[in-house]
């Protein structure tokens, strides 16, 4: 898949999509539908939550929200092919930019331009006015946006299996604009282990971003 530009989702993923749409249980307290431009998380958003575009949502597409390497695979197309594609489609590109997918400047792999395009995106959706949000990203950078860096051995570059879900809320008093995975969304896939301090997963942020850059996921700062 890495040669493959911007590829499609597979018949496999859009059979996952149509599970994760069956079993998601929180269709009905959605607000605000948001993904990454890259065509399989829209087509992934499309799919799994059509009980929330059927009540009138919109995908709203969001750049920064992209994956973390420059890889063919995670390299967005054009804004004019993109919106001929979905022409019709209750998809909104009115946030995406000519450039979004140049894989330079704030969309470099940088592993700090990573960090803060993340803390951008938390930003923008903390001052919404909505408040069940559904984000449709890329692993890589789900483990940027969330800053939970466990697990990242478990698949190739996340710890995030295609099409799971995991419930967070920010967190109170943080300049970053924080989030922290909700009780109930921790123990549904790892029971009453401890979450990770805060030093454990400063510690384990730099094992994993010297891996990704070893892997020629990223790159990081000299």
């Excluded at 395009?117 to 408040?131: F, H, N, S």
Aim: aromatic share 10%; proline share 6%; charged share 30%.
């Amino acid at each position: 898949m890495p040669s493959i530009p911007d590829p499609d989702l597979t018949p496999y993923g859009e059979e996952q999509c149509r599970h994760l749409a069956s079993h998601f249980p929180y269709h009905k307290n959605v607000e605000l539908l948001v993904a990454s431009p890259i065509r399989r998380t829209i087509y992934t958003a499309l799919l799994a939550f059509e009980p929330e575009i059927e009540q009138g949502l919109k995908v709203i597409c969001i750049p920064e929200l992209q994956e973390t390497s420059d890889e063919p695979c995670d390299t967005g197309s054009e804004v004019d092919a993109l919106q001929k594609e979905f022409d019709g489609k209750p998809v909104d590109f009115s946030l995406v930019n000519e450039g979004w997918n140049s894989n330079k400047g704030k969309f470099s792999p940088d592993a700090k331009v990573v960090e803060a395009r993340a803390q951008e995106v938390r930003e923008w959706l903390k001052a919404r006015p909505e408040k069940e949000i559904v984000v449709v990203t890329h692993g890589g950078f789900l483990h940027f946006f969330t800053e939970d860096w466990s697990d990242t051995a478990r698949f190739a570059g996340t710890g995030w299996a295609n099409t799971e879900f995991r419930s967070y809320q920010f967190l109170d008093g943080s300049d970053r604009s924080s989030v922290v995975e909700i009780k109930e969304s921790r123990e549904l896939r790892r029971g009453t282990e401890k979450p990770l301090s805060e030093t454990e997963q400063m510690e384990l942020q730099a094992t994993t971003k010297k891996t990704w850059e070893n892997k020629g996921y990223q790159i990081q700062a000299k």
